[in-house]
Nanobody
Framework: QVQLVESGGGLVQAGGSLRLSCAAS????????MGWFRQAPGKEREFVAA????????IYADSVKGRFTIARDNAKNTLYLQMNNLKPEDTAVYYC???????????????WGQGTLVTVSS
């Protein structure tokens, strides 16, 4: 079973930036789509961004478009989420996972990790 480990979260003021990382216990990303999701307290997990690992094509939720950038490093087998101009409403636990394709988010290929907490103060 592949383990996904998210890191890079923390406390930041509104307008600040953070970069999240997602590492897998073994190489598994190359044929699939990788995505970032987030879950705020009392809310359901929601889609943030995704990238086709081989082509580099990306897709974003409207709420983060223009502020967040998803990227991958093939050599390091690591997924990133660069978050700029953070807002208090971005406060959530952020998770990554692998999917068969864009939109196939109801069926993640691996168990969800523990996530990394991002807290944005106003």
């Amino acid at each position: 079973q592949v383990q996904l480990v998210e890191s890079g979260g923390g406390l930041v003021q509104a307008g600040g930036s953070l970069r999240l990382s997602c590492a897998a216990s073994r190489r598994t990303f190359s044929s699939y789509v990788m995505g970032w999701f987030r879950q705020a307290p009392g809310k359901e997990r929601e889609f943030v961004a995704a990238i086709n690992w081989s082509s580099g094509s990306t897709i974003y939720a409207d709420s983060v478009k223009g502020r967040f950038t998803i990227a991958r490093d093939n050599a390091k087998n690591t997924l990133y989420l660069q978050m700029n101009n953070l807002k208090p409403e971005d406060t959530a636990v952020y998770y990554c996972n692998t999917f068969m394709g864009f939109g196939s988010y109801r069926n993640p290929l691996h168990a969800w990790g523990q996530g990394t907490l991002v807290t944005v103060s106003s």
